[in-house]
C-alpha cells in the first residue's frame, strides 16, 4: 500500500481525526486523506491479530458515497456497471466495476439496492472526484437524481469473528439476521436525541466476519465511543492491506487501475457479459475471449525475503516478465507472498518464477491469490 509520511495540508480529514490523534495513532497521507496508519499498541501484528482471532474497528469515512434514484435508477446502474443488479431484491449489495470503453478500471465499488429505484454507491477515496465527474458524465439521458453524498456520510468497520456480538451487545445495533453482502437501513438516536437514518450491511475488507456501519458525523462518532470503551481494538491502513492482502482482495491503484482491467485481475464472476450493455462490455468480451496479455497471480517466494510493490518478476532465465503489485511477509501465515502482474504465458500454478529484491534475485513459484482462507459468515 503506497502512503506519503510526509502529510499534505491539502489533506481532508475524517470525522474521527481527532479520535485517532487522541489516541496516538501514527498518521498518514492516504487516498488525499489524514488517516490512521497504526496505533500504539502493538503495532500492525497486534492490530492484524486482534481481526483475525478476535475484533477490530476500522475508520472508513474516508470512502465515497453516492445515491442514484429516480425512475431509470436502474438502468442507468447497469449502464455504468460490470455485475448485474437487474431485478435484486431490497437490502442486497453486489461488488464490481466501472470501466473505461477499452475495458481499463475507472475504480472497484459495491452497489446496495436500497429500495424500489434507490441506490448506494461506495466508491474509493483517492478516486471520488474521478468517479463523481465520469458518473455525471454517463448520466446524460437518464431520469435520475444523482448525488455525492461523501462529506455527509462517517463510516466504521467492525471486523472479525467476534463482530456480530460487539454490534449487538455494544452498539445495540441489531445485525443477527443479516446474511453476506446484505444491508439493512434503521432510523437511531444521535446524541443530540434527533433520529439519524443508518445504514448497516455485512460487508468488510478483511476476510473476516464483519460490519460496515454508515451514518451522520455524530453517530458514527458516538459508536466510536462506545466500542473503544468496549476495549475493542482499533485499526489502522497498516493491517486493513495486511488483512485484504492475504484473502486475496484487490487494491484500486495496485490490483486495479486505469491498465488493469477486471479480465487480466482474475475479476471476470463480476463482469456480467450476458447483460445488454455496459461500459467496456465490448473491450471485456474481447480480451476474456482472447485471453489477456498480462494476468495477475500469486507468487510465493521460498526465501524470507520480502517482495514489495514495484519488483521485478523475472522468468528462471532471469528475464523481466511482470512487476509486483502488493507483498508482504504474511502474518497469518508467515510466508513471503505477492500478487504480481505477468506475462500471462507464466501464470499457471507452479511456474517457476524469481523477484528482483535490490541487489539479489530470489527464487519463488506462482501460486493462488489467495493465501488465507476467508471466514465470511454466509
Known amino acids: 500500500m503506497a502512503v506519503n509520511q510526509e502529510l499534505e495540508k ?13 489516541l496516538g495513532a501514527t498518521m498518514v497521507s492516504f487516498g488525499g486523506f489524514n488517516m490512521p496508519l497504526l496505533y500504539q499498541n502493538g503495532g500492525i501484528a497486534a492490530e492484524h491479530c486482534a481481526v483475525r482471532e478476535h475484533v477490530g474497528l476500522f475508520d472508513v469515512s474516508h470512502m465515497g458515497e453516492v445515491t442514484v434514484k429516480g425512475k431509470d435508477a436502474e438502468r442507468y446502474v447497469q449502464h455504468i456497471f460490470t455485475n448485474d443488479i437487474a431485478g ?3 437490502g442486497k449489495i453486489y461488488y464490481g ?3 473505461y470503453e477499452n475495458g481499463g478500471t475507472v475504480d ?3 452497489v446496495y439496492k436500497m429500495g424500489e429505484n434507490d441506490f448506494f454507491l461506495v466508491i474509493n477515496a483517492s478516486n471520488i472526484d474521478k468517479d463523481w465527474a465520469w458518473m455525471q ?5 437518464f431520469d435520475i437524481n444523482l448525488q455525492n453524498r461523501s462529506d455527509y456520510y462517517g463510516q466504521i468497520a467492525v471486523q472479525g469473528p467476534e463482530s456480530e456480538d460487539v454490534m449487538e451487545h455494544v452498539l445495540g445495533l441489531p445485525c443477527k439476521e443479516l446474511t453476506f453482502y446484505t444491508s439493512k437501513t434503521i432510523e437511531a438516536p444521535t446524541p443530540n436525541a434527533q433520529l439519524s437514518t ?11 466476519d464483519g460490519f460496515e456501519v454508515y451514518g451522520s458525523h455524530e453517530f458514527i462518532r458516538e459508536c466510536w465511543d462506545k466500542l473503544i470503551d468496549a476495549g475493542v481494538q482499533p485499526c489502522g491502513l497498516g493491517c486493513r492491506d495486511t488483512l485484504r492482502f492475504e484473502v486475496g482482495l484487490p487494491l484500486y491503484g495496485d490490483e486495479l487501475s486505469e491498465d488493469i482491467t477486471p479480465v487480466m485481475a482474475g475479476l471476470t464472476m463480476f ?7 455496459f461500459i467496456g462490455k465490448e473491450a471485456l468480451a474481447k480480451q476474456k475471449e482472447e485471453g489477456p496479455a498480462k494476468k495477475l497471480v500469486g507468487i510465493e517466494l521460498f526465501d524470507k525475503a520480502i517482495p514489495r510493490h514495484g519488483y521485478t518478476v523475472l522468468n528462471i532465465e532471469g528475464e523481466p516478465i511482470g512487476e509486483v503489485t502488493t507483498g508482504y511477509h504474511t502474518i497469518s501465515t508467515d510466508k513471503s507472498v505477492c500478487m504480481a502482474l505477468v506475462d500471462a504465458t507464466y501464470a499457471k500454478l507452479d511456474t517457476g518464477v524469481q523477484i528482483q529484491i535490490r541487489k539479489k534475485v530470489f527464487p519463488g513459484k506462482v501460486v493462488k491469490k489467495q493465501f488465507y482462507n476467508k471466514s465470511y459468515k454466509k
Open 10 to 22: 491539502k489533506d481532508k480529514v475524517t470525522c474521527l481525526h481527532d479520535k485517532h490523534v487522541a
Open 88 to 90: 435484486a431484491p431490497v
Open 97 to 99: 466495476m466501472m470501466c
Open 108 to 110: 472497484d465499488l459495491l
Open 137 to 141: 458524465q454517463h448520466a446524460e439521458g
Open 198 to 208: 443508518v445504514i448497516i450491511s455485512r460487508t468488510g475488507y478483511t476476510g473476516e
Open 271 to 277: 463482469v456480467k457479459l450476458d447483460k445488454v450493455e
